[in-house]
């Protein structure tokens, strides 16, 4: 309920001081998600992929949060690589930098160190 996939069948949840049922936007701006299975796409880079998902939280400026995050998750050195060219590790590190980009408050993590 949290990430907004299902909606509240009764009473709510409040998350950064956003509620659920009335502020899902405030609530996406602080929430991180990380699933069990890698949500990236093939032909974006390292950066390009923090850089969206940067976007998609509203961050306007994002270059010195991109450069941030990657050396967070250790791919300074792949920056300019696709996603589709990287190891299963490095895929997981990057899906657990999108979840930390841009200021995240929570983050829901599922099986963060799994080998997918």
């Known amino acids: 309920m949290f990430s907004g996939i299902f909606p509240p069948t009764e009473g709510t949840a409040v ?3 956003y ?3 009335t502020d899902m936007e ?3 701006r602080s929430l991180g998600l990380c699933p069990q299975v890698n949500v990236l796409f093939p032909e974006l880079t390292v950066a390009e992929h923090l850089a969206f998902f940067c976007s998609l939280k ?3 400026e994002h270059s010195s949060e991109v450069n941030r995050m990657l050396k967070a998750i250790d791919l300074e050195d792949k920056r300019d690589v696709r996603a589709s060219a990287l190891s299963g590790g490095m895929k997981r590190r990057l899906s657990v930098g999108i979840a930390f980009c841009a200021g995240s408050k929570v983050v829901l993590l599922d099986e963060p160190s799994s080998g997918r």
């Open 15 to 17: 998350l950064n001081g």
């Open 19 to 21: 509620d659920i049922r």
């Open 58 to 60: 509203g961050l306007p």
């Open 26 to 28: 405030g609530v996406r």
